[in-house]
């Protein structure tokens, strides 16, 4: 479960406190999906960075499955968000140096070598993803979805119970973002993740349950 209560974010200026969210709250289950739009600058992706415990908030409270992440110190932070939280980006932030198969691995190196089980989840969710065919292929050689698609085989190789997207479909074509979403939509749903998506698209956003929206520096229903 994802509970978020009244969290708030400011940031220090010469002018005084910026403050950028206001009384945010969230509360998911695994299996829910949400959307969150809102116009650029609105919070949106501050609101995921702290979901994602990669940025405390100025108060409130956040717990994933009961845990408070930034209750705990940095190196419990970074193993609580590997082993929890997967994150799909509008860049794919994929390693240019390294095959596809290499990168969809690379969460997984935090432990050592990757056993077995974990190369075979690797093959399977790049199957899953239409990649089976492009395993050692760097990113230089796939297209912009192939890229997102194996950024999202990444995303979930840990098989976290939160996987939170940033735009994952603004830098792709229409057909390409359209495949992109029904194969998160489709891999959500196996894995009954807890699922955050941030987007421009109206096309994107109405594919999930429950829509919101910034507005304010804080989160309605849409």
Sequence with gaps: MLEARHLDK?????????PVLSDVNLSLQRGDAVSIMGPSGSGKSTLLYILGALEAPTSGTLALDGENPY???ERRQARFRNRKIG?????????????????????ALVDGSPDASTIELAR???DQVGL????????????GGEKQRAALARALIRQPVLLLCDEPTGNL?????RAVTDLLTELHKAQKTILVVVTHSAEVADRFGLRMEMQDQ???NR
């Design 71 to 73: 209750a705990l110190d």
């Design 132 to 143: 089976s065919a492009r395993l050692t292929h760097k990113p230089g050689e796939l297209s």
């Design 10 to 18: 400011s940031y220090e200026t010469a002018n005084g406190p910026l």
């Design 218 to 220: 804080t989160l309605r």
């Design 87 to 107: 994150f799909l980006f509008q860049d794919h932030c994929l390693l240019p140096q390294c095959s596809a198969i290499e990168n969809v691995l690379a969460p």
């Design 124 to 126: 399977r969710l790049l």
């Design 173 to 177: 074509d229409r057909k390409s973002a």
